[in-house]
């Protein structure tokens, strides 16, 4: 399979960048890894009529920590991210959820710029971004901005991200002190891509009381999600099997579940559930 | 508006410099314009792994690179590992613990396991099916894969050398 033909220049700076897209008049794409855009081209789902490479920009590559938050440049592999010392130290749920993606191959050319851009809502990092209370950094024509990610995801590959505009950066919350984190899903067979992705963060007070709680999905539903009905159920509670039961047969509600040919919307609401109570029970009990 | 670009790139150790088309996949250049037939297309949509070669040091599919996004880098191929008389470890690995049956996967499997023993020489079972991931292969079972790679690890630490500076070429530090 061969993509249809395109321009393709490549862009030195960020600015310069904003600049090739604006001038593209809507035809033009960023490519960054490519391990989304490359096969949508080769199936000719999207026929951009110009690329503009922003993968050689080295600012918008690696981790750094700001306050209570990982800035992790647009650029950076999923397998950087997933081995990443700083990742490692302070949000080991995002090496792990990293280490999750795709295959060893895929990793080390797709980027997590790219992954929240796409927003294929079967990705991991989305759910994951989501319960780590992500913001968004953007850069277009008006200068910066820094959006929340709930909210960022608008539909299926549709974001709140302007056309002339590009991710530069995606930072994380470290998790307040005191909680655990986990990311469990379970990948379609063949794709690896989440039927079902679950991130909890949550911890709870000395007296076995949940004080803190977010829970993100992938895989389910249309867009990724926080399952706001299940975070609040728990919010509160004593962290006991029965509480954890109940608040996770909440886990759908904040979703639009899809159906499609490996597995319908009755198995998702299903999985979402068991899923989020193993993640919950995983990391209060 | 030119919808052609020239690219430099290091295959296997020579340097070449040519005009591509820019949506020309890397696969396609290997295959087609260098007549390195060695990388093998079989699923061409990034799933299998038969397409998997190292650039800059490390493993990719080829069949989800953009000839151009190579530009400038360093490409290894299996052809660039050992030949007959000089094989490569991983080559021997899989000679020695019978890695293949029809081999069609088999140039891969190989590119995907240097690039993990350069980055991992001593990886464990579990290391080495992680890695594998990437690619299928519908004859062995992975059993004689895997003890394959465990072979070339082996093979590789009595030597004392690098998985990749072992091969016929030479190949620097990825980017």
């Known amino acids: 399979m061969i993509p249809s033909a395109f321009e393709y220049v490549r862009a030195a700076s960020v600015e310069e960048a904003i600049r090739l897209l604006q001038e593209s008049n809507g035809e033009g794409k960023l490519l960054a890894g490519g391990h989304s855009l490359v096969p949508l081209m080769k199936f000719r789902l999207t026929t951009p009529g110009k690329l503009v490479d922003i993968s050689r920009i080295s600012e918008l590559r690696g981790v750094r920590k700001e306050g209570n938050r990982l800035v992790v440049g647009a650029l950076t592999t999923h397998s950087q991210l997933a081995s990443d010392p700083l990742v490692r130290e302070h949000i080991p749920v995002l090496a792990d959820a990293a280490r999750q993606i795709g295959d060893l191959q895929v990793r080390n050319r797709g980027t997590v710029g790219g992954n929240i851009a796409h927003a294929d809502p079967a990705a991991d990092l989305p759910g994951v971004a989501l319960a780590l209370d992500a913001l968004v950094e953007l850069h277009g024509e008006d200068g910066q901005e820094v959006v929340e990610i709930d909210g960022f995801f608008l539909g299926p590959l549709i974001t709140a991200l302007p056309e002339t505009s590009l991710v530069t950066s995606v930072s994380f919350a470290v998790p307040p002190e005191g909680t655990k984190s986990v990311y469990l899903k379970y990948p379609h067979p063949a794709s690896g891509y989440a039927v079902v992705g679950v991130c909890a963060v949550a911890g709870t007070d000395p007296d076995g009381v949940v004080n803190y709680v977010r829970i993100g999905m992938n895989g389910v539903a249309d867009v990724a999600y926080r399952a706001t009905a299940a975070e609040q159920a728990l919010l509160g509670q004593r962290a006991t099997a029965e509480n954890i039961r109940e608040a996770a047969a909440l886990a759908a509600e904040d979703g639009e579940i899809g159906s499609d040919l490996f597995a319908s919307e009755e198995y998702r609401r299903h999985l979402s559930a068991v899923y989020t109570e193993r993640a919950l029970s995983q990391i209060l009990l | ?175």
């Open chain 2, 1 to 175: 508006m030119t919808k052609r670009t020239e690219i430099s790139v290091t295959v296997n150790g020579v340097a070449k410099s040519t005009e591509v088309d820019s949506r020309m996949l890397l696969v396609h250049f290997l295959r087609d314009e260098q007549g390195l037939t060695g990388t093998h297309i079989g699923c061409d949509t990034s799933q299998c792994g038969a397409c998997t070669v190292l650039l800059n040091g490390e493993a990719v599919k080829s069949c989800t690179v953009l000839a151009v996004q190579a530009d400038g880098g360093e490409i290894t191929t299996v052809e660039g590992l050992g030949d007959m008389q000089n094989l490569h470890p991983i080559q021997q690995g899989f000679w020695e613990k019978h890695g293949l049956q029809c081999g069609f996967c088999t140039s891969g499997v190989m590119m995907a396991s240097v690039g993990l023993l350069q980055q991992n020489p001593d990886p464990t079972e579990a290391e080495i099916r992680e890695a594998l991931e990437g690619v299928i292969c519908r004859c062995t079972g992975y059993q004689f894969i895997v003890s394959a790679v465990q072979h070339a690890a082996k093979l590789l630490a009595e030597s004392g050398s690098n998985a990749v500076d072992q091969g016929t070429v030479q190949v620097g530090e990825g980017s």
